[in-house]
C-alpha cells in the first residue's frame, strides 16, 4: 500500500515532471540566477540612493519621505519579482505543452502580486498590532513566534496557489477566490511539502551536526572553522533554492491536476 502511494503521490509525480523537463527546469534555474543579480543589484542602488537622500539621521526627517522611500522600494522589488516569476511560470506550463511566452498579461500578473502581498502585509501587522499590544513585553517573542509561524505557513501556500492558478484561468477575482479555499479547506493536499521539507532540514542539520562534532576533535579545528562555516552558509543556501525550486513545481502540477480538472 505504501509502495503504492509513493507510485501515485505528486511528490514523485513532481520529481520526474522536472527529470522529464531538463530543458525547461535549466531555464528557469537560470532565471533564477538572473532574479538574484537584478535583486542585488537593485538593493545596492536603493542603498546607495536611500544614503544620498537621507544624509542626516533619520531622526530629523519627518515620517511621510521614509515611509514614501520604503514604499516605493517594496513595491519596485514586487515588479521585479514579478516579472521573473512571471516567466518561470511559463516555462512550467510548458512543461506541459508546447506554449509561447505573452507579456499581454503580465500587468493582470503584476496586479494580483499587488493585491496578495500588499494584503499579507497589512494583515501581519494589524495581527501583530493586536496582539502585541496586549501582551507583557515578557512574552512579546513568544507571542510573535506564535503569528509568525502559521502566518508563513499559509502566505507561503497562498502566493503558490494563486500563480499556479494564474496560468490557468484569467479572472483576478476567481483567483483569489480559488486560492483562499484552497489554502483554508485544503491543507491535506498541499501539507506534505512542509513535512518533506522539515524533515530535509531535519537530515541536514544533523550532518552538520556530526560534521561539526568530528571536527572539533581536531586538533586545528579553529583553522578549519571559518572554512567549515562558510561551507555550510552556501550549502544551507543550495538546499533552501532547491527545496524552493521543487516546490514551485509541486504547487503548480497539484493544482492543476487536482483543482482545475473538470
Known amino acids: 500500500m505504501a509502495i503504492k502511494k509513493l507510485k501515485t503521490s505528486y511528490f514523485r509525480q513532481t520529481f520526474y515532471l522536472l527529470k522529464n523537463n531538463k530543458d525547461n527546469a535549466f531555464l528557469i534555474f537560470?532565471?533564477?540566477?538572473w532574479f538574484f543579480a537584478a535583486l542585488l543589484l537593485f538593493t545596492n542602488l536603493a542603498e546607495s540612493l536611500g544614503i544620498s537622500l537621507f544624509r542626516q539621521p533619520l531622526q530629523s526627517y519627518s515620517t511621510a519621505p521614509l515611509m514614501a522611500f520604503i514604499l516605493a522600494y517594496y513595491l519596485i522589488l514586487i515588479v521585479i519579482y514579478s516579472f521573473f516569476k512571471f516567466i518561470v511560470l511559463h516555462y512550467l506550463k510548458k512543461m506541459f505543452g508546447s506554449e509561447k511566452i505573452n507579456f499581454k498579461r503580465f500587468g493582470s500578473f503584476l496586479l494580483l502580486n499587488f493585491i496578495i502581498m500588499l494584503s499579507l502585509f497589512g494583515i501581519f501587522i494589524a495581527l501583530n498590532g493586536i496582539l502585541l499590544l496586549n501582551v507583557k513585553s515578557q512574552i512579546a517573542p513568544y507571542v510573535f513566534l506564535l503569528i509568525l509561524v502559521p502566518f508563513a505557513f499559509f502566505s507561503y501556500a497562498?502566493?503558490?496557489?494563486?500563480?499556479?492558478?494564474?496560468?490557468?484561468?484569467?479572472?483576478?477575482?476567481?483567483?483569489?477566490?480559488?486560492?483562499?479555499?484552497?489554502?483554508?479547506?485544503n491543507i491535506k493536499s498541499y501539507g506534505g511539502i512542509y513535512l518533506s521539507g522539515i524533515i530535509i532540514f531535519s537530515i541536514y542539520f544533523a550532518v552538520y551536526y556530526l560534521v561539526g562534532s568530528a571536527l572539533s576533535k581536531i586538533q586545528s579545528y579553529a583553522m578549519y572553522f571559518n572554512i567549515y562555516l562558510k561551507v555550510f552558509t552556501i550549502l544551507t543556501g543550495i538546499v533552501i533554492y532547491l527545496i524552493i525550486f521543487f516546490n514551485r513545481a509541486y504547487f503548480y502540477l497539484i493544482v492543476k491536476e487536482k483543482f482545475l480538472k473538470k
Open 158 to 185: 497562498i502566493i503558490n496557489i494563486a500563480h499556479s492558478l494564474f496560468v490557468n484561468l484569467t479572472k483576478i477575482r476567481e483567483i483569489l477566490e480559488k486560492t483562499i479555499k484552497i489554502a483554508f479547506t
Open 30 to 33: 537560470i532565471f533564477d540566477v
